[in-house]
Structure formats: C-alpha cells, structure tokens
C-alpha cells in the first residue's frame, strides 16, 4: 500500500514532464515559423 501513492506520483510527474515537454516543442517550432515569416517581411521591407 506504501508503494502505490508512490508510484501514482511518479507517473504523475512523468505525465506532466511529457506533456510539458510536447507542448514546448510544439512551442518551438511555432516560433521558429514566426522568426522565419519575420525575416521575410524583413527581406520585403529591404
């Protein structure tokens, strides 16, 4: 019964850490979109 609490947090946190870190590679990459839609507009302006 001691071990189940733990490894309920355990997973826990390995599901959050997960989604955390698909969520900032989604993240990531929008950005890189955005940065190279910025340089562009950058290049139309020159």
Partial sequence: MVEDPNLF???????LGGTGFALSLVGSKTQQEEMITRQYD?????
């Fill in 9 to 15: 947090w355990f997973g826990l946190i390995l599901w």
């Fill in 42 to 46: 950058g290049d139309d302006l020159l």
